[in-house]
């Protein structure tokens, strides 16, 4: 069975990107994957430092992660829009967990041969948009296949319903497309690995 991942960039409690994960979540226990909703905010991180990691290795919140990463096929992220561009928590994030710990560990172990799909929730009108193109280039850089379909949620503070649906029934479709392309993506890659 396909094994996903689901994350939000975003720490705060009534984050709307977590909303995002969590929908997006839903929709890929319907297509049939197991599926693991994570919150970053159990998973407290010191900013990276080249010295701190000589010093101490990585942090055991790091470790943890990665070994999530590790067992899991693929992962969404919905990652909010910081200054268009990557949230600071998330890019900090999954620099941690880029850094190998154990001896003759692959290089970038966490993302190599990993399938990757994308949302995003702003207040504003492109929805996070313009954070999605860097966080993309990034994850495509560290041997993630990143798969086409994307979503992002314009208006974010009023597009959810109570039960964490969403109100457009576009922006649904768009992003049920997205986690169909990550399920069988991922599905067809583990088949040809």
Known sequence: MTK????SGSARKDSTNKKL?????NIAEQE??????ID?????MPIYDGDLEAESGLPEKA????ELFWAHDGFFIAAPEYNSSIAPLLKNTLDWISRPHTENEESLSAYRNKVAALGAVAPGALGGLRGL???RMMLSNIMVHVVPAQVAVASGFTAFE?????KDENLTKMLQNTIRQLVSTTQALKQNS
């Open 63 to 66: 470790i943890a992660l990665k």
């Open 133 to 135: 193109v860097p966080l």
């Open 32 to 37: 049939g994957a197991e599926v693991t909703y």
């Open 40 to 44: 970053l905010k159990d998973f407290p």
């Open 4 to 7: 996903l991942l689901f994350l």
């Open 21 to 25: 994960a969590q929908l997006a979540a």
């Open 162 to 166: 109570e039960d964490g649906t969403l």
